[in-house]
């Protein structure tokens, strides 16, 4: 889309928004998990494997939507492992999430070779088209939309939608309830394990969005290595944004903005080399997560397997 | 007289502990009946079976004269049981509204409808008289606010049949009171109550009948009007019970406490001190009287280096440790029962004899160098269960399966065997039933005979007039007035801890 009549500011801007995306879908993925009281780091693996299966699932039917769904349905079965291993059987919500981040790299790797047959990336797809031409007609902003895909709009659709959830419905009270005090909600009758299942199994769904939004919303294919770390970025930002949907997706796009940044200040031709770009949105990262974060409050029972009849 | 609930034959068995052993129990109708028991005799395990927490291991039990089986504590509120847990179940960052239709939810379509909500607590609180702000946080309102929107809870729901765990537990005389009336009105509407507790006067004051619980087994229901105060203690702990602290006259030696002017801030950063001055000398009991909040947490933990003060020193022996760690607090000659045996008395996944040497852990028999002597910390164990009559199956089970009283009499045990000087005692008897609270106070007064300096904190006047010999009463961070406990009465130290003044008669 790289359009040579349009201002820097625009580009920095729409480059922002692109890159903001999977990490919002992750983000909030973990907004979602962490607040029930399960901690999902395993966030990465589950994009890796969305990415994967959107690509799968494009080059299947030659419909990018059918890959939108697959990447949906693939997020959310490995996000049901974690759950199934960190609510039933009480694991080490930290090492599952870790198993789950090996294991999305190796599965992935060895499906590239079973299913195209080729090693380290998979074969180009149909992606997901930009609706360019309809929000090109929109007055004023009109320019800036045409640089967004579709995954940009959904995100900012879905940030709305998961805090009127959690703080405007009985559901979303209840999924707090459970992340704060699991023993206060099972005692008026609120089914704890069920509502963590949902809460993960919905965490694996936005990661799943996030990772199909590198494959088929940036590129047209799969590579490993292509969410490099955008999962843990995720959870920094989820983090940072005190574990709520507006502040985790604040964060995302000063993360994003870095990493745009990157891309443009490498024209300016400084004497610094590649690598000092490269590495200014992850030093951005520790940063606030280091220094500006302050104090921030997770849920009281987060990471914490509940119970159920213990004295 | 109706009966709305019978319980036949409940036997429950956890591992290592037959909880409940073939227990009747029943509740009329519009009575309050009280569930009288030595911690771990079962009165919670049984009622957290009739409210679905638990599932019986055998047994029936009835609702109304149907038979039931209740899965969970949805199942329970359906049949109109409601539970007000000794450890209160609200979601501490919630608003009171939030807590209290939590799981049933007033909708205006798919939204909580929040107006609703706030107008429905509102109206319930007012109904029964509670002074309750519905948008209040709960974190922000007193204990004994707290327990009201537990009350309020169990109301929403519909509760016909209002279970109590240890209510008084966490109030204040005043509120204590209060609570009776309230107890008394809702009967009066026609709901039914079950009080569990081991609080002999409480019994006494508030209920028509009381079922005793010992070991998992029923012993007997009485008529409340039938019996007394010494009855029933001796039916609960299965002896004769002595419930006054039998002490001599105090024999106060050198200063081995001493508090100068001590400020510090509270958790929120606001001040929680505002210089006190205090002296425990050996040979005395120095009782500290308050509500809640008013800096004696902060108090206890500015002299055992949890908390480092803003302005002030302590000295201990006249050796100045203000600032000092708790480590070296505690080589200074200091034992100290927390107030909080969960959170700083005992690692509740740590076995017994684990938790017997924590803070001589490190020192020998129990270590050399960098090893650690399982057998003579073994020993040990056995020696502090032995010496205070510890209920446990062994010293290898984790802390957390010892009821209450249990792991309280263990936590003062291993610190009385530190041998400190100075033994800090707060609320030594939060909690736990009068066979363990006898053998506490006991102890802390032979300790005192034998010439150590103890200060003693607790919300409860009777323990503080029982075993003081002086009493300083804390009010807003500071000590408003030192009383010889000879003289004191309640009403006295009632006005000081409200913030009053005693008129002195010149």
């Keep these: 889309m790289a359009n040579g009549s349009i201002p820097v500011v625009v580009a920095l801007l729409a480059a922002t928004f692109r890159l903001a995306t999977p990490l919002i879908f992750a983000a909030l993925g973990g907004v979602i998990s962490e607040r029930s009281g399960v901690v999902n780091i395993g966030l990465e693996g589950i994009m890796i494997v969305g990415a994967f299966f959107a690509v799968y699932g494009s080059s299947l039917t030659g419909n990018p939507w059918v890959g939108l769904l697959f990447a949906v349905v693939s997020g959310a079965l490995v996000a049901a492992i974690h759950a199934v291993l960190s609510i039933h059987l009480k694991a080490d919500q930290t090492v599952s999430g870790v198993a789950i981040n090996l294991f999305a790299g190796a599965l992935t790797s060895f499906l590239i070779f079973k299913l195209f047959g080729r090693q380290g990336q998979t074969d180009g797809v149909a992606a997901l088209p930009y609706p360019t031409e309809t929000m090109a007609k929109i007055p004023v902003i009109g320019p800036f939309l045409a640089e967004l895909n579709w995954f940009v709009f959904m995100a900012i659709i879905l940030v709305f939608v998961v805090h009127y959830v959690l703080y405007y419905t009985p559901l979303g009270l209840r999924i707090r309830a459970v992340g704060e005090h699991p023993k206060a909600a099972d005692t008026l009758g609120i089914n704890v394990y069920k509502i963590r299942y949902l809460c993960v199994i919905m965490s694996g769904v936005f990661a799943g969005l996030g990772g199909a939004t590198l494959s088929i919303g940036v590129m047209n294919l799969f590579r490993e290595g292509m969410v490099s770390g955008r999962g843990f970025i995720a959870l920094a930002a989820m983090i940072f944004g005190n574990w709520k949907p507006f502040g985790a997706t604040a964060a995302s796009f000063l993360f994003a903005f870095a990493q745009a940044f990157e891309i443009l200040a490498q024209k300016f031709g400084w004497a610094l080399p590649t690598e000092a770009y490269l590495a200014f949105p992850y030093i951005l990262t520790m940063l606030a997560l280091a220094g500006f974060v302050g104090k921030t409050t997770p849920p009281a029972a987060d990471g914490v397997p509940y119970n159920k009849g213990e004295r | ?506």
Excluded: W
Aim: aromatic share 4%.
């Design chain 2, 1 to 506: 007289m109706q009966k709305v609930v019978e319980m036949k034959g409940i036997t429950k068995v956890f591992p290592g502990v037959k909880a409940n052993d073939d227990v009747n129990f029943e509740l009329l109708k519009g009575e309050i009946h009280v569930l009288l028991g030595e911690n771990g005799a079962g009165k919670t395990t049984l009622m957290n079976i009739l409210y679905g927490l638990y599932q019986p291991d055998a047994g029936e039990i009835y609702v109304n004269g149907q038979k039931v089986n209740i899965k969970s504590p949805g199942d329970a509120i359906k049949l109109g049981i409601g539970m007000v847990h000794q450890h209160f179940m609200l979601v501490h960052n919630f608003t009171v509204a939030e807590n209290i239709v939590l799981g049933s939810e007033p909708k205006k379509g798919i939204k909580i409808d929040m107006q609703k909500a706030i107008k429905d607590t509102k109206e319930l609180a007012d109904r029964y008289g509670f002074k309750i702000d519905p948008n209040a946080v709960i974190e922000d309102i007193t204990v004994g606010q707290q327990q009201k929107v537990e009350i309020l809870k169990a109301l929403y729901r519909g509760a016909d049949i209002l279970i109590l765990d240890e209510p008084t537990a966490v109030l204040t005389p005043q509120e204590i009171e209060e609570l009776g009336v309230i107890l008394k009105n809702l009967v009066k509407e026609g709901k039914s109550i079950i009080l569990i507790t081991h609080k002999l006067k409480e019994v006494m004051a508030m209920s028509d009948r009381v079922t005793i619980v010992r070991r998992g087994k029923v012993i007997d229901t009485v008529y409340t009007k039938d019996t007394n105060i010494d009855e029933l203690a001796e039916m609960m702990v299965g002896r004769k019970v002595n419930l006054v602290v039998q002490k001599d006259e105090a024999k106060p030696g050198k200063v081995v406490l001493k508090v100068e002017n001590i400020s510090a801030l509270d958790h929120r950063k606001l001040p929680a001190l505002k210089g006190v001055n205090l002296e425990v000398r050996a040979g005395e009991i120095v009782g500290i009287a308050g509500v809640d909040g008013n800096g004696q947490t902060e108090l206890i933990e500015v002299i055992t280096g949890l908390r480092k003060p803003t302005e002030g020193r302590v000295y201990i022996n006249d050796k100045d440790v203000t600032g000092k760690t708790p480590r070296d607090i505690i080589e200074a000659g200091v034992g100290h029962i927390p107030e909080d045996r969960h959170k700083r008395g005992l690692v509740l996944k740590y076995s017994l004899y684990e938790n017997a040497v924590l803070g001589n852990h490190y020192k020998l028999p129990f270590a050399k160098g960098i090893m650690m002597n399982y057998n003579k910390i073994k020993e040990y164990a056995r020696k502090l269960i032995d010496e205070f009559d510890v209920r446990t199956p062994n010293e290898e089970v984790f802390a957390s399966a010892l009821s209450g009283g249990n792991q309280q009499k263990f936590i003062a045990a291993r610190e009385i065997n530190k041998d400190p000087e100075l033994i800090i005692a707060a609320q030594p008897t939060r909690g736990i039933d009068v066979g363990a609270i006898e053998y506490i106070h006991k102890r802390l007064v032979e300790e005192r005979d034998k010439g150590r300096a103890i200060l003693l904190v607790s919300l409860e006047l009777d323990e503080i007039l029982a075993l003081s010999d002086r009493i300083a009463v804390i009010y807003d961070g500071q000590i408003v007035d030192i009383l010889d406990a000879k003289s004191a009465t309640e009403h006295e130290l009632g006005i000081l801890m409200a913030g009053g003044t005693l008129k002195k008669q010149a």
